[in-house]
């Protein structure tokens, strides 16, 4: 019999809809492999075991009467700690910010989750306010990769793919600033989507503006698209949220890639030199794409790094975060945040401006490259995963962790739909993840090319 903690979303609800098992069990089983995991792999901050067996109690009942509460009741989910949650504290990697407090609200994703009566397993970890691509913090430690726990999870979004990957919940809300629900994907073997921007609202705003956009991560694509779904819906709490969807996504995840124009991209024209296990992984994955009926071309998109806009729209950002702060505080900050926030404090409205131009002018250059081709497809890292508690790997001459990312920040610049998907692992058995990229407000697309891929993908190729 396969173990509850196998089983994806939808295969939950099937479940719990013939009366094969109930909401107490799935969640009673994702406890008991989250405090299983968590010694090695460090994946929560915090666990609220007695509020999910309530809610799943309470889900059980509903099911018993064929009245559930929505899509996803009694599933559980868990949150990673930069999101809002009613009843837990959000402390965002952070020993500047105090457990005391109401803890009264959800953000707009944790709370159309609850409308629909999702179990909140608890709070994954994430780097301090979310500030680089790995999963380490003062407050928490270092959150470990499930297939090797010597090497990273990724970020920022690492206790949350950890948990996905380890059973430990289908379903993980994630953010995704520069990359941080596709890298840690991309590490931990998981699928992951950073919608358009705006399609998940969030509340409250991010320092970062309006590079950070919120995501769904699972095992599957049909459970993202499940849960995009639920959480894409308006909030009027975000001023730049979009309007409702004309689609559901799951109605059209399935719909294949058969004539859809895929602009296959190896390595930006050059600019990124990407391990050879990972390409293999990769062009193999492409070369399915193309069986599938997709029609591929390798040209590259105008895309000149934009790196040093993105680390003035990034840094300004941390240094709004730390503005706030007192000179113990900041001395508490992760080292490598408190000389971001120094960086980003010195910084003029002026460079901020200039990076924006930037930023706008990369997004016409994706608008037209669109017009050509329906979707992007490039490694989502160019590296798998590599120590824990680095921010680099070593001996890459790296400073910062955009250094090994230049495949994820820039569609965070431009706002598009990009998702990970697991394609393989390379020749230390570590996964590799193929980003797909689609023009703003394509997330269906985004969807059914992954969808697509994933079927016939086998596991570990």
Request: aromatic residues 6%; contains cysteine; proline residues 7%.
């Amino acid at each position: 019999m396969t173990e509850l903690t196998e089983l994806t979303a939808a295969q939950l609800v099937d479940g719990y809809r013939e009366g094969e098992f109930s909401p107490v069990e799935a969640t009673r089983a994702a406890l008991e492999r989250a405090e299983r995991i968590q010694p090695e792999v460090n994946a929560f901050v915090r666990l609220t075991g007695e509020e999910a067996l309530e809610r799943a109690r309470a889900s059980t009942d509903r099911w018993r009467r064929g009245e559930p509460a929505g899509l996803v009741d009694g599933v559980p989910v868990t949150v990673k700690d930069i999101l809002l949650m009613r009843g837990a504290p959000t402390l965002r990697g952070s020993r500047t910010l105090s457990e005391k407090g109401r803890w009264d609200e959800d953000a707009p994703s944790v709370a159309r989750l609850r409308e629909h009566g999702a179990v909140f397993l608890g709070k994954t970890t994430t780097p301090e306010f979310g500030w680089k691509g790995v999963t380490d913090s003062p407050l928490s430690g270092v959150t470990r990769n499930p297939h090797d726990p010597s090497r990273t999870a990724g970020g920022s979004s690492g206790g949350a793919a950890a948990a996905v990957a380890l059973g430990a919940g289908p379903l993980a809300l994630g953010t995704d600033g520069g990359g941080s629900v596709r890298i840690p994907a991309a590490f931990c073997g998981i699928f992951a989507l950073k919608p358009t921007y705006g399609r998940v609202p969030l509340y409250p705003a991010s320092a970062f503006g309006t590079l950070s956009h919120v995501g769904p991560m699972t095992r599957d694509v049909a459970d993202a698209a499940l849960m995009l779904d639920v959480i894409g819906v308006p909030d009027a709490r975000d001023w730049s949220g979009l309007g409702a969807s004309a689609v559901s996504f799951r109605g059209v995840v399935e719909g294949g890639v058969r004539g859809l124009r895929i602009a296959y991209s190896p390595s930006l024209g050059g600019q990124v030199r990407v391990q050879p296990g990972v390409a293999a992984a990769v062009r193999r994955a492409v070369e399915r794409l193309a069986r599938l009926g997709a029609y591929v071309e390798e040209p590259d998109p105008d895309l000149t790094d934009p790196v040093d806009a993105f680390h003035t729209l990034w840094f300004s950002g941390a240094a709004r975060v730390a503005q706030r702060l007192g000179p113990h505080q900041r001395e508490s900050l992760d080292p490598g945040l408190r000389e971001i926030c120094g960086l980003g404090a010195r910084y003029s409205a002026l460079d901020y401006l200039a990076a924006v131009d930037v930023r706008m002018d990369l997004g016409r250059r994706m608008g037209r490259f669109h017009e050509s081709y329906d979707l992007l497809v490039t490694p989502t890292l160019p590296v798998t995963a590599f120590e824990a508690g680095a921010e680099v790997p070593k001996g890459s001459g790296h400073r910062r962790w955009t250094g090994w990312t230049p495949f994820t920040y820039p569609f965070n610049m431009t706002q598009q739909p990009a998702a990970s998907v697991p394609v393989g692992v390379d020749g230390d058995g570590l996964p590799v993840g193929l980003q797909i990229v689609a023009a703003r407000h394509r997330d269906d697309l985004v969807l059914r090319a992954a969808r697509a891929l994933e079927k016939v993908t086998p596991c570990g190729n």
